[in-house]
Every structure is written in C-alpha cells, then in structure tokens.
C-alpha cells in the first residue's frame, strides 16, 4: 500500500470501483473530508485498494474480494477490524478509521486505515526493522482467553497449524504436479513433529500470519509498518519469523525481491530472539518448516482453484483469477509453479540444515 496508483486496467473497472465506494462513503458520512479518491495497484489476491486524499491525514480503502479465511461478508469485515485492533498497540499498524458495511454496491464491504507515506521493503538492509516490528507486535500482552474473539485462538497453536497444512495438502493430488513434487512435499509433511517442547516459543502470541516482506512499508523514519493484517491470530511467533524471511516469502513481491543468505536469515533471527528473549532454536525452526509446508500448500490450492469462475454471491473465499488483473495472476503463477519445482524445493531444504547451524553458532557466541 505505497502512494503510487497503476495505470493498469483491472477486472472490474476503475470508474465502477470508484463509483461504488464513493457511494458508500456518502452513506456512512465519509466523504465529505475525502477529496479525491484514486484505485491502487492490484497487488494482491485478497484485497482492492483505494488510496483517499482528505483534508486531513489520508487514508486507505480496503475492499476485499474475497475472505481468505473462508467467512461471510460482515464476520470479514467484524476479523480484519479487529486484526488492525489488536496489533496497533504494537506501534507498527496503520490505525484503524472506520468500516463500510456490507451494500448492494459494496458486497463484501470495506475497512478504512491510515495511509501509510512509505517504501517497499528493501532487502536485507530491512530485515532489522522487520525484526523489530515482528518483536513488537509478538511482545504485546495475551488478552485472556475469553477476550480473543472473533481472531483464531486455537488451544493448541500447534495443532491447529498441522491440520491447515494437512487439510491444504488434499488440493496436492489436483493441482497438476509431478509425481516427484507430490512425494517430496509428502515427505516433508511427515516430517512434522505431532507436537512442540514447551516452552516461550510454543506459547501463543498475537501474529499477523501473514507477514512476508511485501506487507512492510518502510517510513521516513526507518520503521517498518506492516500494513496487511487480515489473517491476525493467536499462535506461535515462529510462523511470522518464517513467512517474513523463507525464500517463499522475500520472493514473491517484485517490489522487495531478495534472495538471502544464511548469515543474513541467521541475523534477522538472532536480533529478534534478543528482541523478545525467546531462544527456543528448534521449536523456531520447526515453526519455519511448517510455514514453509503451508506456503507449498497453499500454491497448490491455488493452482487447483483459480481457473474458478468467481462467486456471484461475493461469499467467503474465492481464489478466482476474475477477481484480479491479468498482470497479477500471472505473476502469482509464475511464482506458485517455481516454488513448487524440485530445485527450489531441494534449495529450501539444504537452506534449513545451513540457518540451523548458523543460528547455532550464534547462540553459542551469545552463552
């Protein structure tokens, strides 16, 4: 969510989204401090923007094209308020201004944030800030369990982690790969431990689950903003570390595109576990392992759903191409088909056995 607008047609126009979401604003007593209203990027699977100039600080217009985490158009809506809720104590969040109900015009709805006056990621020399943000948003206090509504709380983060992976893994046998990829990703499924050694990293923290590099902003003063929290939860902080750092995760975004090395994956670990005091090195790396399963995963959900046609009804989630542009879905299929190849399998692994001696070392040097 940078500044820049695309010149680029979407699916649906920008004229129509823009008339739609002017519309609302006028109903629900927005718009009169907006004075322009101008479509962003289509950047993402799950989300259209808007960028809104107002007379005062500007904001951002979140309309969903779908819930990635399957629920209708107001519990949406009611999970990603919260989500901005939740973490913005954190001080690395856009606050939260306002939601738009669900309409006619506007089936799915939309949530109304700061805007955020900022730069892509850039990789490694932001890896600190990530960290930072990351220790940030995981170190803020565990509400009781009673007060974690609507965000998924599961009583056991692990558990729960495991079965989404396995339930994604069902789209393996539909989703037109090799047998070769099938039996590795199969094999590294098995490898999943039925359960974590207690400890402060197997605890549940507020995460974002969703919180690969091209989520983050970076302001003028050097803070990272992590800027899409739909997918908020309870669960271990070790997901997050692994989706901001996995070769999965820096290269997806074309705007923050890196390849790391395992000094530069070993640094970013090191300054958050001193960040937080967590040092629990194998529940970490085992967290990393089962993100890495879900990412697999879930391109293979993707490959297997978005040829779809897009659901009529605007209801829960739909991966279907229809709701993006061209330019996107094509990258996204560049991406899914790489990351699901057995070199890139193959370089993941060895990059596991190397992050894990590394970081080693460190903990070593630290005693």
């Not at 856009?94 to 109900?101: I, M, W």
């Not at 990621?121 to 974690?148: N, V």
Request: aromatic content about 6%; hydrophobic content about 40%.
């Amino acid at each position: 969510m940078t500044g820049t607008t695309s010149e680029a047609r979407p699916t649906e126009t920008r004229d129509a989204q823009r008339e739609c979401l002017a519309e609302a604003l006028v109903r629900q007593g927005y718009r009169e401090a907006i004075r322009e209203l101008r479509p962003m990027a289509d950047t993402g699977l799950a989300h259209h923007h808007v960028w809104l100039i107002r007379d005062g600080d500007d904001w951002v217009a979140r309309l969903p094209k779908q819930s990635q985490l399957g629920l209708a158009a107001g519990a949406n809506l009611d999970y990603q308020a919260a989500c901005f809720e939740r973490a913005g104590p954190s001080g690395h969040t856009p606050s939260l201004q306002g939601v738009l109900t669900p309409s006619t015009t506007l089936p799915r709805g939309g949530l109304l944030v700061d805007a955020v006056h900022g730069r892509p990621a850039r990789l490694p020399d932001d890896l600190p800030a990530i960290a930072e943000a990351l220790a940030a948003l995981h170190g803020l206090p565990l509400p009781p369990a009673e007060a974690r509504a609507p965000l998924l709380a599961p009583a056991d983060p692990w558990a729960a982690m495991r079965d989404e992976v396995t339930t994604q893994a069902e789209f393996l046998d539909q989703a037109g790969l090799s047998a070769e990829v099938v039996t590795m990703v199969r094999e590294e499924l098995g490898s999943l431990p039925s359960e974590l050694e207690r400890g402060e990293a197997s605890r549940p923290r507020l995460i974002s689950f969703d919180a690969h590099p091209g989520n983050f902003l970076i302001n003028a003063e050097g803070r990272a903003v992590l800027v899409d929290l739909e997918k908020c939860r309870y669960g271990l902080p070790g997901f997050d570390l692994a989706h901001a750092s996995l070769y999965t995760s820096t290269t997806w975004d074309p705007n923050s595109h890196a390849v790391l090395g395992t000094g530069e994956l070993a640094d970013f670990h090191h300054r958050w576990m001193s960040r937080t005091g967590i040092g629990e090195l194998d529940t970490l790396l085992t967290c990393r392992r089962a993100m890495w399963l879900w990412s697999l995963t879930w391109c293979a959900k993707w490959r297997a759903s978005h040829d779809r046609t897009r659901d009529a009804g605007a209801r829960g989630e739909d991966w279907s191409a229809e709701l993006s542009d061209d330019a996107l879905i094509a990258h996204v299929r560049d991406r899914v088909n790489h990351y699901l190849s057995p070199a890139v399998i193959d370089h993941v692994r060895r990059e596991f056995d190397a992050l894990s001696t590394a970081l080693s070392h460190a903990l070593e040097q630290d005693a």
